[in-house]
């Protein structure tokens, strides 16, 4: 997998394109199912999957006046999600203008950990079960 840098210090934030499948759950459901996922990788952290917005069914987030700020990826819009009788604040954020070197992650969200099972789908597993819409196990 290529390796592609999008700020100028790479040990601080670089990003590639996953080449797999990559899906989010909640509540059972596919929230989001996507072939061009990000993976971003920064310094002590694990690396985070960003779903491009067009396939994420939106339908379930409304947009909420909290900002998070992250010095390296910059200012992020957060949504709350209701879903199944379940409302987890602040589940999702956006970052819709970028810092400077992080500019490819405009047009995707990224899922709070902790309430989402995250997992791809390699082409190995849609050879087995291409119309599964789950795979048991979990990768982030």
Known sequence: MSETSF?????????EANPNR??????GHVIADTTGALTVFEPGRE???????????TGYLGKTGHKIFDSVKGEAS???LVMEGEIVENAVCSYEDP????????DYLCF?????????LTPSDMAMAPRATHVHRSVA
């Open 47 to 57: 690396p985070i999957y960003f779903f491009p917005r067009k396939d994420v069914e």
């Open 99 to 106: 810092a400077p070197g992080a500019e490819a992650l405009r």
């Open 112 to 120: 709070a950990e902790g309430h989402f099972e995250i997992y791809e």
């Open 22 to 27: 990559v899906r989010a759950m909640f509540a």
């Open 78 to 80: 957060c949504y709350t």
């Open 7 to 15: 700020t100028d210090d790479a040990s601080r934030l670089w990003m």
